[in-house]
Structure formats: structure tokens, C-alpha cells
């Protein structure tokens, strides 16, 4: 696999990490290992309202020493964009709660138009994939843009980009594209498609009698949503689960924001997903590629965790509490998101000539 081929290109450069960052950083709030196991997994859970007002300032000084860890990517843009110049960075952007705020209704998650022009400028002027848990062709709706690409399914769900390779005969060939030269879609998990049809049907079942529970479909993968059901039903919504599972031996049961996320074992991530893209991009095996990717939840740690692999990039956590991450740096929420990719697309806009924009982010990708 993609990754594995990618373990011999490790550290190189040296990951882009704070300077106070350099080592590998011990969690501080063991007591809020928040998406493991059983927990409900949530950063909301964190603040609790009956807590005295000390708690509070308690907290803030919490999150004030893993900041000192985790140091605000905008905070260091300067110093990240410094160590950029003259190399490629490749932006690989999460959606829940990073893109969009996390709300009770996960249909109506939806990006506001500043973000979307921002994720538009940065796809104009570097290689740009939204990596989600959701389906593929759900966020490919909620972020309805044509110049970036996608992977659905927690990265199983691939829209790769053509790629040439030299073929036997010296001549060059576009492999993931059909006979019409279109993308195809990468998708190592297909052979579960019909089961992971059949759990979702039946979670859906059996678990419509309890109040606010909600299945999602997201192709390669179920979501169990408990955001909206009340804490004494949790332990019953988790046994429901659970059970259905034990039919089930090829899947797994993983714990998001608020979410019981149901999926196949196989070896792929969203870590794989990102080396697949950066494979498919032409952009392994090379010193001055420098991948960044923002993301908030547990399955973004894959492709944080990949990046300190490579040795090379700007893992970034979205996350209003202290929390334990491989990330090197931090953004508050969404709405700082949306600064950061902002001033991203302004400092390559500022730097660059538009002849030379063209020539860094290949005219083929834009027009995707
Ligand atoms: O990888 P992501 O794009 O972050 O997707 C992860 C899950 O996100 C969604 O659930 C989360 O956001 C919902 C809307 O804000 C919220 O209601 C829910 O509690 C969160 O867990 C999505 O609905 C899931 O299917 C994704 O797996």
C-alpha cells in the first residue's frame, strides 16, 4: 500500500514543528482522553455549567499551558509560511467541525460562504483535499466546490486525480481514469459495500425507538449519532450497537464527537488517504512537499500521526479544550479556520506572480 511505500521517505527535512514542540508531548488532561472508549466524546463535555466559576478560570489556564505545546498556527504563520517558502504545501482540510461548526443536525451542517470562498482561494493557489468521514457525495454537496478534491468514508472513498505513469512501452499512461481520461474513485474497502449495508439497515431498526438516536449512511461506513439522546439512554444505544456487531466480525466500533462510528477493518485511514493523495499528486518522494492538514476529531490523529512519519508538514488540531493529539499546532474553531486559510491564500497570492501560480499549482487540478 501507498503508505507503506511511503515509510522509506522518512524525515528528511525535519517535521515544521514549534520550536517547544520538538519532542513528543505528554498529554496534560488525562482526565479528558475525550473520544476513547465509551467516553461521549465531545469537547462541549468538558464545560460543565453546575461547575463553580474557579473551574473556569481553571480551564482557561489548562488550555493556556497546552497552548504553550500546541501554539496557535495563526499565532505562527509567519514562522510556518517562513519554513514554506520555496517548498510545496499540499492542504488537506477535515469538514465536521472544522469547515462547518458542529450542530445538533448533522444534515444541516453546513459551510458558510466566506469559508467556501476561502477554501476556493486556497485551491486556486495549492493542491487541496477535503478528507471527511461523511460519504462522498455528501460533502461534495455541502462544499460544492470543483477545485478541490475528496475522500469520503474516513478516506476510503477516494475521487483521485489522474496520474501518469510510464508504462512498459515508454509511453505515458493516466492511471485512475476511465477509457474518457474522467476520474475514477479509489476505494479499498468496496468488497464491504453489501454488509455494511446490512448493518446499517438494521441499526436503524433497532435503534428507532430511542429518542434523538440517529443512523447515518456514509457509504463505507454507519454513523450512530447520540448529540440528541438523553445520557440515561447512552449505555442502551450502546449495547444496541454493539450487539448488531457481534454478527459483524469485520467491523469495528470507534467513538467520534458524539458519534458511534461503524467500520470495516482494513489497514486505511485517512492517513492512508493522504499519502494516496500526495502519491497520485506526484508529490511523495520529495524533500520540498510540505503537507498540512486541519482537522478536529479522532480520525484526523491518523493523518497527523502520518505527517510526523514523513517528518515533514503542519499537523493542525482544531480544538477549544486541551486535548491529547499528534498535532504540532492548534486553532481555536472553525471561525479560526477560516482566518488561517484566509491569510494562507493571501501569502501565496502575495508571493507569487500569476505566471508562476499556474506552474506551482498545475492548470489541470484547478479546473477539476
Ligand atoms: O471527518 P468529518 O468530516 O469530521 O466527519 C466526522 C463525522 O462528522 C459528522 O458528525 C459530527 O458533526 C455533526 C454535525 O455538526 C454533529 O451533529 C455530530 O455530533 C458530530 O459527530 C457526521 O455527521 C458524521 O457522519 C461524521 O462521521
Known sequence: MFSKIWMKFNGQMGLQTPPCNKHKVQPILKANNDTDEKDIGDQEQLVNPRSPPHSKISSDETYEAWMVEHP?????????????????????????????????DPDSAFMSDEMRAAVHEVGKYF???????????????????????????????????????????GKHHNVNTDKKGN?????????????????????????????????????????????????????ILEEK??????????????????????????????????????ETLGLNNTSDV????????????????????????????????????EASYSLHDPSEVLTFLLRLARWRKSSLSSRSVSQIWHTDHATL
Not at 477535503?130 to 478516506?155: C, E, M, P, T, W
Open 290 to 325: 510540505l503537507p498540512m492538514y486541519i482537522g478536529d476529531d479522532k480520525t484526523d490523529e491518523d493523518a497527523f500521526k502520518v505527517i510526523r512519519r514523513i517528518g515533514q508538514g503542519y499537523p493542525i488540531v482544531v480544538s477549544s479544550i486541551p486535548k491529547e493529539t
Open 127 to 169: 493542491p487541496t483535499a477535503i478528507i471527511s468521514g461523511r460519504s462522498i457525495d455528501k460533502v461534495k454537496k455541502f462544499v460544492q466546490l470543483s477545485n478541490v478534491y475528496y475522500a469520503g468514508s474516513h478516506g476510503m472513498d477516494i475521487m483521485a486525480p489522474p496520474r501518469p505513469v510510464k508504462a512498459n512501452d
Open 241 to 278: 450497537v454493539k450487539l448488531i456487531l457481534e454478527n459483524y466480525p469485520e467491523f469495528r466500533l470507534s467513538w467520534g464527537r458524539k458519534v458511534m462510528e461503524v467500520k470495516p477493518v482494513i489497514e486505511w485511514d485517512k492517513g492512508d488517504a493522504l499519502e494516496y493523495f500526495l
Open 183 to 235: 476520474e475514477v474513485l479509489f476505494q479499498p474497502a468496496k468488497k464491504f459495500l453489501p454488509a455494511i449495508q446490512k448493518i446499517f439497515t438494521e441499526l436503524e431498526k433497532e435503534t428507532r425507538k430511542i429518542p434523538g438516536a440517529r443512523v447515518e449512511d456514509n457509504k463505507f461506513c454507519v454513523s450512530v449519532h447520540f448529540r440528541q439522546v438523553e445520557e440515561q439512554d447512552f449505555k
Open 72 to 104: 496557535s498556527a495563526l499565532g505562527s504563520f509567519d514562522g510556518m509560511m517562513k519554513a514554506a517558502k520555496g517548498k510545496k504545501l499540499v492542504i488537506f482540510l477535515d469538514y465536521d467541525g472544522t469547515l462547518s461548526p458542529i450542530v445538533n
